[in-house]
């Protein structure tokens, strides 16, 4: 069955370490995105790419990149982790035809910034 | 901005009681409403979409229904099952913004 997997499903890391999320799709969708969620905003829209070499970046993004080599996978990068990172990591993806489809969400990945 | 609401913010009903959840949002000017649910732990599963020109869907014993000019979104559970338990969100998809504004959910437990 086609999936959407993240690794790890849980971090630890200091402040300053750069920590690369992964997120891996078998549905073969063209679009793919990075939320987090945490109490009281719920999910946001960290960056997001409509196909191969394609990124954008969502509303919360600073901190944050992404790169997009294959249409599989879509890794989150943070390049100098800060305490206010913490939280709960989602991939998500849907189907290239309209953006506005139903978005398939990965289990998550937590993350914690010591 | 488009701001989107759910309350209550949890709900705890016995066991085969009928429920409804509510959603309500601040710009009408949306391509359509998703709900989706999330188990404790877990990602989110997408129980259903209504496009901004449908009034409502249907699967199984969920029944979501939307009014546009009022900015709001019912979602109706029949017969609610203990399983039935997780967070609700309700997510929408504005005109001219590449992306889904979420709600911050109603925690739902049904009692056995």
């Known amino acids: 069955d086609a999936e959407i997997t993240q690794s790890p499903r849980h971090k630890i890391t200091e402040t300053g370490r750069q920590v690369t999320l992964a997120c891996h799709q078998t549905w073969n969708h063209n679009n793919m995105f990075w939320y987090r969620q945490d109490l009281g905003h719920g999910l946001r829209l960290i960056h997001y790419s409509y196909g191969v070499q394609d990124t954008n970046k969502g509303e919360v993004s600073d901190g944050y990149s992404v790169s997009r080599s294959n249409t599989e996978d879509l890794p989150l990068t943070l390049e100098s982790a800060a305490s206010s990172q913490t939280s709960v990591y989602f991939c998500a993806s849907s189907e290239g035809g309209a953006r506005t489809d139903t978005q398939y969400f990965g289990p998550g990945t937590r993350l914690t910034v010591l | 901005k488009q701001e989107v609401t759910q309350i209550p913010a949890a709900l705890s009903v016995p066991e085969g009681e009928n429920l409804v959840l509510n959603c309500s949002f601040t710009d009408s000017a949306i391509y359509n409403l998703q709900w989706f649910r999330q188990d404790p732990g877990k990602g989110l599963t997408s129980l259903l979409l209504i496009q901004s020109s449908q009034r409502e869907q249907t699967s199984g014993r969920l029944n979501a229904s939307l009014d546009k000019s009022s900015g709001r979104s019912t979602l109706y559970i029949a017969a609610s099952q203990p399983g039935d338990s997780a967070t609700y969100l309700c997510?929408?998809?504005?005109?001219?913004?590449?992306?889904?504004?979420f709600g911050t959910g109603t925690r739902l437990t049904i009692i056995p």
């Open positions: 997510a929408v998809y504005n005109f001219g913004n590449e992306k889904l504004t």
